[in-house]
């Protein structure tokens, strides 16, 4: 009897360690410090769009599409035809990252911030709009639909007269 108690403790080693290990792994995980930290973009993609008002309407056109889209302004300077957005959690469809020659869209725990530059030139405004994106994924990129979708009601707010549409396209 004391041969076969000791034969199944023997044979039950093994699995014994790696319980004790497992072990030991779950107490020095808790106590583990961060490996990986994000990092902002340097890589910022610019949508642009030009507008045929002063630089000061397309300003106050952009703060209000911000405001419309739900992005809270943390920094503007009018002077200089800049605006910033805060931080947000990035969309599901707003950033994405080339994996095997196609984009990989969902939800990647990214945070970006929207950069807007309106620069004044003959009469109309060009309307500069790009994602600085901090993230722990080293080639996350813009996909560009928010900063189209800022453009377009832009321009949306800007349009006031009726537009001229023709078989080429919309004239503004």
Known sequence: ???????????????????????????FQGCSKPLVTAKVSENILYISGTV????KEAFNAVRWALKKRGYP?????????TLKTAWLAA????HA???????????NGAYYQLDVHIESAEGKS??????IVKSVISNLKS????ERRI????????????????????EE
């Open 151 to 170: 453009l377009s009601d832009a321009k949306d707010y800007l349009r006031i007269s009726e537009p001229e549409i023709t078989n080429i396209g919309l």
């Open 1 to 27: 009897m004391k041969r076969n108690f000791q034969a199944y403790i023997a044979s039950k080693r093994g699995q014994f360690v790696e319980v004790i290990l497992c072990i030991i792994v779950l107490l």
């Open 91 to 94: 969309k599901s469809d707003s």
């Open 52 to 55: 045929g008002v002063d630089k």
């Open 143 to 146: 996909t560009g639909i928010e």
């Open 73 to 81: 302004i943390a920094f503007e300077n009018e002077a200089d035809g």
């Open 126 to 131: 060009k309307i500069s709009i790009g994602s």
């Open 97 to 107: 990252f080339v994996l095997f020659g196609r984009y990989d869209l969902g939800v």
